[in-house]
């Protein structure tokens, strides 16, 4: 069986490891792995739900602001 060798390990794909992926690949570093031990990407965000909470604060704050998404 082949074996895949990186530079770099990024453990947990939720807010901050997709960060960590978008701020290596602007800095041109491409050799890294990002491992999620859940079947989708998402961390603290897919696994927690607070039933009868709401956000007061607008969704665009929840954003990187290097990476700006008009939609």
Known sequence: ?????????????GFSGICMGMQLKKAGI???LIFERASEIGGTWRDNTYPGVACDVSSHMYSFSFEPNPN
């Open 1 to 13: 069986m082949p074996t895949t060798q990186t530079g770099i390990a990024i453990i947990g794909s």
């Open 30 to 32: 491409t050799d890294f």
